[in-house]
T-cell receptor, first 115, second 113 residues
Framework: AQKVTQAQTEISVVEKEDVTLDCVYE???????LFWYKQPPSGELVFLIR??????QNEISGRYSWNFQKSTSSFNFTITASQVVDSAVYFC????????????FGTGTSLTVIP | EPEVTQTPSHQVTQMGQEVILRCVPI?????FYWYRQILGQKVEFLVSFYNNEISEKSEIFDDQFSVERPDGSNFTLKIRSTKLEDSAMYFC???????????FGSGTQLSVL
């Protein structure tokens, strides 16, 4: 079973639109960590955010915001006023405290921002 | 910010040949990983390494694969007899502690001909 599900494989938006990338996770651990990474066309994996399971406060960083809902096991990522430079593949990931070595990635969502 | 360094950035090899992909993790990190990404696909876990031994490996990481930390700084992935389907981007990653964020290297693009 998939530990991390990103149901949206590809999304296209027009510049300045808002876009939300969905992430649903599955774990039996009470302590776990969620992450988002960005992979731009250049290929590197860029860390965006880390959130632990005890902190359900939403976080905002500039145009980026994250909505963590334990009740629905979701950790969604919203980009406000999207820009062409936001075009990338975005990966959600899970790390469980009990088996802290492995890092489970979702399949990624490819975002294209059209100028 | 400290970086994970991978060499080479590109490697071309003939099917059946051995390749060694090299990584220098961040110096105070304790957990090391190899992932691969076939073009346009997801990032797949290969192996994790802690305390000088493999802590977890995936089904992909069969007998053709091995990892080593030969000294205090390098972390290598060896593929003994490469196959066409081994062509992928291979990412090394490290982290300081369990559940900390992973720092990724910029990857080695392996092409098996």
């Amino acid at each position: 079973a998939q530990k991390v599900t990103q149901a949206q494989t590809e999304i296209s938006v027009v510049e300045k639109e808002d876009v939300t990338l969905d992430c649903v996770y599955e774990t039996r651990d009470t302590t776990y960590y969620l992450f988002w990474y960005k992979q731009p066309p250049s290929g590197e994996l860029v860390f965006l955010i880390r959130r632990n399971s005890f902190d359900e406060q939403n976080e905002i960083s500039g145009r980026y915001s994250w909505n963590f809902q334990k009740s629905t096991s979701s950790f969604n990522f919203t980009i406000t006023a999207s820009q062409v430079v936001d075009s990338a593949v975005y990966f959600c990931a899970l790390s469980e405290a009990g088996t802290g070595n492995q890092f489970y990635f979702g399949t990624g969502t490819s975002l294209t921002v059209i100028p | 910010e400290p970086e994970v360094t991978q060499t080479p950035s590109h490697q071309v090899t003939q099917m059946g040949q051995e390749v060694i992909l090299r990584c220098v993790p961040i110096s105070n990190h304790l957990y090391f990983y190899w992932y691969r990404q076939i073009l346009g696909q997801k990032v797949e876990f290969l192996v994790s390494f802690y305390n000088n031994e493999i802590s977890e490996k995936s089904e992909i990481f069969d007998d053709q694969f091995s990892v080593e930390r030969p000294d205090g700084s390098n972390f290598t992935l060896k593929i003994r007899s490469t196959k066409l389907e081994d062509s992928a981007m291979y990412f090394c990653a490290s982290r300081e502690g369990q559940n900390e964020k992973l720092f990724f290297g910029s990857g080695t693009q392996l092409s098996v001909l």
